[in-house]
């Protein structure tokens, strides 16, 4: 995720191997979120967060955005899939979850206090850190 596009480089020669132009954000703290064939970014300064199937070269068409969600949305940490789900926890404490594919939303929580660290998932789990030390545990029942 750029300042204006999303878009990706192959590591090997730095070649731009697609973009999608458009996407205002101006300030770029997240990194992307790779699952399900693809991509999950947060446009900045809290601006939506964009599911985009990147299935072709060259620009993309706004029609790769699979599922867009606006509300209570990440500055700075980055989303975080487990399984089929997505989570993500907005600056000032509102985690959520929804379904990575579709953006189906399955639940959101005020947790409360100041967060900049990303989720972390691990072993059927989802660890929310947040500046203050605190940290809330989330176990993913039903994930596939």
């Not at 790779?34 to 993309?60: F, K």
């Amino acid at each position: 995720m750029g300042g204006n596009q999303v878009d990706a480089y192959d590591p090997a020669t730095g070649k731009q191997l697609w973009f999608l132009p458009g996407i205002r954000g101006g300030r770029t703290i997240t990194g992307p979120t790779l699952a399900h064939g693809m991509v999950y970014a947060t446009q900045g300064q809290r601006g939506p967060l964009l599911a985009v199937r990147p299935g072709a070269a060259g620009e993309l068409s706004p029609d790769e955005i699979a599922w867009k969600r606006t509300e209570s949305t990440p500055d700075s940490p980055c989303p975080v899939v487990w399984k089929d789900l997505i989570f993500w926890v907005s600056d000032n404490g509102i985690a959520q979850c929804c379904d990575a594919r579709t953006g189906e939303p399955k639940w959101q929580e005020r947790l409360g206090g100041d967060f900049k660290a990303s989720p972390v998932a691990a072993d059927g789990r989802v660890y929310f850190l947040n500046r203050s030390g605190v940290c809330t545990a989330v176990y993913c029942i039903g994930a596939r």
